[in-house]
């Protein structure tokens, strides 16, 4: 399981990404993340620029994963387990992480299988 952002495991540099700009802008070191922007994961994907998006909507994080997302965020844990599942059946190159932001709720989402969690307050 992945736990991402963690005090103790080294942290990332979260950019949370609204334009081309903000990619062009961007260091090789930050982690890109994207709001579901199909256009700006295009330009990603286009540019070879890792990326991670958040999701709200299973048809959106497939097209996503078809445009190269490495990770697929979200705050709902049934969205989260829906898109596991997804990625099991379609083995997704993209991982499913859980955006949390307290030590308990890394339990919850490895009884639910989830690939992993990021930890993140925005």
């Known amino acids: 399981m992945l736990i991402l952002n963690h005090p103790f495991i080294k942290p990332l540099q979260l950019v949370l990404i609204k334009s081309k700009e903000d990619i062009q802008n961007s260091l090789p070191t930050d982690f890109l993340i994207l709001d579901e922007n199909l256009e700006l994961a295009k330009f990603c994907f286009e540019a070879n620029v890792e990326y991670a998006s958040m999701v709200t909507d299973i048809t959106k994080a497939l097209l996503l994963v078809n445009l190269g997302a ?3 965020m979200t705050r709902n844990l049934q969205i989260a387990r829906d898109l596991q599942h997804l990625a ?4 997704f190159d993209s991982k499913v992480l859980l955006v949390i932001s307290k ?3 890394i339990k919850e989402a490895a009884k639910k299988g989830i690939d992993g969690v990021i930890f993140w307050k925005f």
């Open 70 to 72: 490495k990770f697929l």
């Open 88 to 91: 099991e059946t379609y083995l």
């Open 103 to 105: 030590e308990e709720e």
